[in-house]
């Protein structure tokens, strides 16, 4: 049973491009949460889309967006980016249950130069 | 105040010590997550807990739900076991969400 599969494992970008990181999540899982993690950094959450909508949003500006497929897999957005876009960029997936079990990814690392 | 508080911040250990770290928290919640990162790395759930006990391999994570305190165990640690570990919690008071403990640098040396 696959785990929670991100792609693509590494990107690098120039600023002002756009780039889309997506994520499929774990067999059985319904909701997908992204989070950025600056290096050093502890995780922030970005957003999280169930039944294919936002369904809550960390203090992130509107240059990320995202998207739910009706297969659950997720789709990251990050419009005109900046340098401190530099991150790690994890997927997790959750049951439907909303008991708290989290599986994630291992990420997308992010370079913007 | 953060609302999920590990302790130590950072821990140095020789190998085959026992290692303990704790994890203190202020809000009602569903479950507890123990989570591992190695440098660069991904994360990695080692635990889920919502009460009691749970063993796998030479890890041991521990919750009292009346206290608000988990503790995760490492025996006889060995230096692959050096990583970033973190508590994170989620449940009603956070919509579900997961808040996340600072984390823990454990370096164990051979």
């Known amino acids: 049973d696959a785990g929670v599969t991100q792609s693509p494992t590494h990107l690098i970008k120039t600023r002002g491009q756009q780039v889309t990181l997506r994520c499929s999540p774990k067999?059985?899982?319904?909701?997908v949460s992204w989070y950025q993690q600056a290096l050093g950094q502890g995780p922030q959450f970005i957003f999280q889309y169930y039944e294919e909508e936002e369904r809550q949003r960390g203090n992130f500006p509107d240059r990320f967006s995202g998207h739910q497929f009706p297969n659950y897999s997720s789709e990251l957005n990050v419009n005109a980016l900046l340098l401190g876009d530099s991150a790690l960029y994890l997927c997790?997936?959750?049951?439907?249950?909303?008991?708290?079990?989290?599986?994630f990814g291992s990420g997308t690392r992010l370079t913007v130069v | 105040k953060n609302e999920v508080e590990q302790s130590p911040q950072n821990l140095t250990a020789q190998e085959g010590e026992f290692i303990t770290i704790n994890c203190s928290y202020s809000v009602g919640i569903s479950a507890l997550h123990w989570l591992q990162q190695h440098p660069g790395g991904g994360i990695v759930s080692l635990f889920m807990?919502?009460?009691?006990?749970k063993k796998h391999g030479r890890l041991i994570a521990t919750i009292n739900i009346q206290e608000k305190h988990s503790s995760l165990h490492i025996t006889a640690s060995h230096p692959r076991d050096s990583a970033v570990y973190i508590c994170a919690v989620v449940g009603p008071d956070s919509n579900y969400q997961l808040i996340w403990g600072a984390g823990t640098k454990l370096i164990i040396k051979p």
């Open positions: 067999s059985g899982h319904d909701t």
């Open positions: 807990l919502s009460s009691g006990k």
């Open positions: 997790a997936s959750s049951l439907p249950s909303r008991s708290g079990g989290y599986t």
